[in-house]
C-alpha cells in the first residue's frame, strides 16, 4: 500500500479522494483484478511520516507556500498540483490536475505516476499485471440534481468498467430510458420537479424498464423512506454519503461485477 499525502483541500474534497483511495483498496482485495495498487489517504503534516506521493492544493496560496518550502526535502516524491487552471510545467515528478477532474482522473493519475516513477522501488508493494477489463461492458444510469454526487457516483462505477450516463432531473432520465436500456439504474429521492418516488413508480409500471434495478439514493435516515421506496417499486436503498463497498455489494448481487474478498 502507497500512502498519498494530502495538502489542503475543502472538507468535501477530502471525503471524496479518501473515497478513491478506498476503491483502490477494494481493487487491491480482489483475486482477479488487474491491479494490485492500492492507496491510504493521510493529511500530511510534519508530525507525519513520509508519504509516497503528494497531492497539493494549488489554489490555496498558503498551502502552495507551504509545499514550496518543502519540496526540496522530498525532491524524489512525484507530486499532484491541483488548481482550477492547469500550467505548465517541466518539473520531473511534478504533474498537475485540473480541479473539476480530481473525481475523475485521480486515481488513473496516480497509477500512471506508480508506473513510470515508483514501481522500481515499490516492486515488494504492487504486484504488476496487463490491464484488462474487469467485467463486460455494462450500462448504468445515475440520476441526481447534486454535480458532485454525479461525479461521485460515476467514479465508483467506472471503477468496475461500467459505462456511466447521468441526468440531473427524473423528466430527462425518463426521455432516456425510451432510447436506451440499462443495467441499473441509481436514483435520487429529492429531484427539481419530478421527485425520485414518482419516477421510480413510473419506471416500474413501463413494461421496458420494470425488470430494470433502480437503487434510490437519499441523505434522510428515517425508516418512513424505506417504507416509501419499497411501496413504490425500488430495489436497493442507500444513504449518503454513499459507501463505496455497499454500491459494490449491489452490484455484485445483479453480476454486474467480479467476486471480491472482503474478508
Not at 500500500?1 to 479518501?18: K, Y
Not at 477532474?101 to 504492487?126: P, T, Y
Request: glycine share 4%; hydrophobic share 40%; aromatic share 6%.
Amino acid at each position: 500500500m502507497l500512502t498519498l499525502g494530502v495538502l489542503g483541500f475543502s472538507p468535501i474534497e477530502r471525503n471524496l479522494i479518501g473515497s478513491i483511495c478506498k476503491l483502490s483498496e477494494l481493487r487491491g482485495r480482489s483475486k482477479k483484478a488487474p491491479i494490485r495498487i492500492t492507496y491510504r489517504m493521510i493529511i500530511w503534516s510534519e508530525d507525519e511520516p513520509e508519504a509516497d506521493i503528494f497531492l497539493v492544493d494549488a489554489d490555496q496560496d498558503d498551502v502552495l507556500q507551504q509545499w514550496l518550502l518543502i519540496r526540496e526535502r522530498f525532491s524524489s516524491k512525484p507530486v499532484i498540483l491541483v488548481n482550477r487552471e492547469v500550467r505548465e510545467t517541466d518539473k520531473v515528478g511534478e504533474y498537475l490536475l485540473k480541479r473539476n477532474r480530481l473525481g475523475s482522473f485521480l486515481l488513473k493519475l496516480m497509477d500512471e505516476i506508480v508506473e513510470r516513477h515508483l514501481h522500481q522501488n515499490f516492486a515488494s508493494i504492487i504486484e504488476p499485471r496487463s490491464i484488462r477489463s474487469l467485467v463486460k461492458t455494462k450500462q448504468c444510469l445515475v440520476i441526481d440534481d447534486s454535480q458532485l454526487m454525479r461525479t461521485h457516483m460515476r467514479l465508483i462505477l467506472r471503477e468496475y468498467n461500467l459505462d456511466v450516463d447521468l441526468s440531473e432531473d427524473a423528466e430527462t432520465a425518463l426521455e432516456m430510458l425510451k432510447i436506451k436500456q440499462f443495467d441499473i439504474i441509481f436514483l435520487d429521492i429529492v429531484l427539481p420537479e419530478m421527485d425520485g418516488y414518482k419516477a421510480c413508480r413510473l419506471m416500474k409500471a413501463n413494461p421496458k424498464t420494470n425488470h430494470t434495478p433502480v437503487v434510490m439514493l437519499t441523505s434522510k435516515r428515517s425508516p418512513f423512506n424505506k417504507i416509501h421506496g419499497a411501496l413504490v417499486g425500488c430495489d436497493h436503498y442507500l444513504t449518503k454519503p454513499v459507501d463505496p463497498v455497499k454500491v459494490y455489494k449491489i452490484l455484485q448481487e445483479y453480476a454486474l461485477v467480479e467476486e471480491l474478498d472482503l474478508r
